[in-house]
């Protein structure tokens, strides 16, 4: 076991765990961000999505160590001042949910995203967003719900 | 199981009854389970197989209001119900029609869900069930409520409680002007009395909340983290375990040398009967304990995809669905062999994998003989029941919890990861919490079912069907029945010896049936050289039907543009569950490679009265891209007992690319009663599909998955 400080959400968060422990598994069982969901550990479905300097990362990939260098954005840090953030309002506005087990994860890519292109075409969005399974399928939501954090006034779907 | 009892057969096809474990009965238990006098020697399976019987049949719903709701001083209402929260949206709908009976604002309802201690037993949520039965009884429950509170007015006004009018949480005496607020009335005391067999209800074409489009009750709980699933579950020094599977199915256990495992500091090695499992502090030491146990298993030649529907069929021979009687097939076969225009083909559909994006989950903890576990299943209470068999408990030492949870599709309804739990933490004598991996799931949770479909056919030339046969072999009975006329039909499932474990899945074995039949519809309407949809109205009088037909044909602009090499358009409908629904798909090839990529799927759907139209909306456009992965690539390979594709990165499940423009139109009928929708919305997007690929290209696909490789071969 080592020490460790963790920039989690712009705080600093100590925590013992091995090195090769992955961030997933420290985020939800040593300092219970349980947010930040497990679904394959193989990389392969992003539920277990985070923001390392806002760069979206599969945290069950990602070691502990590797995750020290940086700000850690969980699905927990997005609220300012007890206010949704603009994606995260926009998902509850389009019902971009059934389960909701994939949101977290979809939720911080789609920030990711809006980052670095605020204004993209359904085409991006798409490619951008396709690591992350939906099971429920609510995909033509989530498509509507990125559109509407940007402020793009046109909707995906159309269902 | 009889056509007298609509529960057990619907349990009966929703139910897995194998049980994965069977731990070591001690004297003590055995004593206690049996009496002293016993002295008959039984195996510890045959002790597990005796108690395997279903209980329902001895539970009966509570009648008196206190059951089901109760009103806080401060008019909170509290509702009760097994039903449980998969993603399906029930917190909200079966809330809306409580607020819309009991006259009160929807945010004053909390729904109290699948906790055993606390709600009225259920059997389950499966089956498209909760709308229809669930909605109704507690709207009755509400309208008694309601009838009561004005009676309690009454008498605190020396009023007649006739005259009186509940609204709003409230009731008020029109003349005085007087009103109380519910929880005035009531002061915290219990709605004891039972409800009259007449309690009327709110016709829907009055209703106010029900009806209408209120968002997800916490819908800010899943954007922001909050919402706690059962995998997130933690208790005071909780464990965490690991469960040692077998190398493949109906392995035997050699030899297990746990030595190194049981060196590790904080690892508890557990085996029982053929149960071996660890737990440890954290995740990561009770991972190394797993790896660190060595063990031979001896795994016997099984079956394997290669020749698996010759052997589904070879095995139906001589066994018999109670439901579903042997028929003569004589008249039919005489009509079908007299027509003019025949066709026989066979279709198959594939072993596919739920995999709910989160994984079987549960924590477990003991107190005092007690315990108590939350899990993420469809069944708390079928859950409850394998926690007191495997453990010997009467059932007021059970409880089992089932916090909201991600997701099910009919692939949750069994309480393994509850059950390893639990023994875990008996001999740990602390909370432990399993959550299976990604591979456990795909491996050791169960299937919807393979199948093979032989359909014969005889049309006359003008397009009207004359004889139908069809027949399932294993894939199972729901809408096996052909809603289009036919005067000589015969429908027939046939039972079949699995060689995987199979169970429920979204709409059963409908899917499959609605395949073969859509397809071979499509196959005879150019056969006889009519269009799809004129052929199917030829054939069709259920109104319903025709009119969800009509509704996806005319929103897709049915006919306007011609199918080409390169574009296809195809249509299939159905109907299952009260659920109506009709398919438009309009799919692409590209023409190097053959790949199918599907543009816009237009689907009307019809389930009687709307009581939540975004909601319905979800759900029926989940079920189309959830559909798609079936209908297009997702299968399930395996050989010698052991899945060949236990990982997304193999198993390939619909993401946002291979999801199409969907359009969705509703039909809302408010003089029928309400149907579930979660499930059929799945049934028509294979056919479709298929058939839009068969109008581009001349190919005619019979087996789902349609295009494993993802382009026709």
Redesign the interface.
Known sequence: MSDFILKINGTDRHVS??PD?SLL?VL???L???????????G??A?CTVLLDGKPVHSCLTSVVAAAKSNIT???G??KNGG?SPV?QA??EE?A????????GM?LRATALLQATPHPTEDQ???Y??P????????????AAVQRASGSPEK???? | MSALDPMAAELAEHTIDDKPYWFRVDRRDFLKLFGGGLLVCLTERSILAQESGRTFGSHELPDDIAAWLAIAPDSQVTVMTGKVE????IRTSLAQQVAEELRVPFDSITMLMGDTDLVPWDAGTFGSRTTPTMGPQLRKMAAAARQVLLEMAGKRWNADATKLVAADGKVTDPHSGQSLRYGELTRGEKLTQTIAADTSLTAASDWKIAGTAV??VN??D????????P??I?RPEMM?GKVLRPEGYNAALVSLDASKAEKIPGVTVVHDGNFIGVAAP???TAERGLSALHANWNVPAQPSNQGLFESLKQSSAGKQDEDSPAQSTEAVSQAIAAAPVKLHQQYTVQYIA??????RAAVAEWNNGKVTVWTGTQRPFGVRDELMAAFHLPVEKVRVLQP????G?GGKHTGEAAVEAARLAKATGKPVKV?W??EEEFTWAYFRPAGLIEISSGATHDGTLVGWEHHNYNSGPAAITTPYNVTHQLSQYHPADSPLRQGSYRSLAATANNFARESHMDEMAHTVGMDPVEFRMKNLTDARLRAVLQAAADKFKWGASKSTSQRGFGIACGTDKGGYVATCAEVEIDPPDKKIKIRRVVQAWESGAIINP??L???V??????G?GGALFEQIRFANGRILNA???QYR?????D?P????VLIDRRDLPSAGAGESGIIGVAPAVGNAIFAATGTRLRNMPLVPNGRIV
């Open positions: 765990a091995s422990e598994s939800r069982d040593r219970d961000l349980t947010g930040t969901k497990y679904g394959c550990g193989e392969q479905c539920a969980t699905i927990e997005l609220e949704l995260q998902f509850v019902g949910f059934q389960c909701g087990y994939c949101t977290s939720v969005i798409v490619s967003m396709n992350n399974i939906c099971r429920c399928g609510v995909y033509p939501r989530i498509i995906a779907g159309g269902q | 998969v993603g399906q949206n968002p997800k819908g800010r899943f954007v922001t983290g909050k919402h706690k699933y995998s997130d933690v965490f954290d995740l990561p739920h995999s709910p994006l989160e994984p909201d949870m991600g997701s599709y959550v991996t990604r975004d909601g909306r979800n759900q456009s989940g079920a189309i891209v959830q798609i990982h997304f990165a499940v619909p993401r946002f690319s999801a423009q969907i359009e969705v």
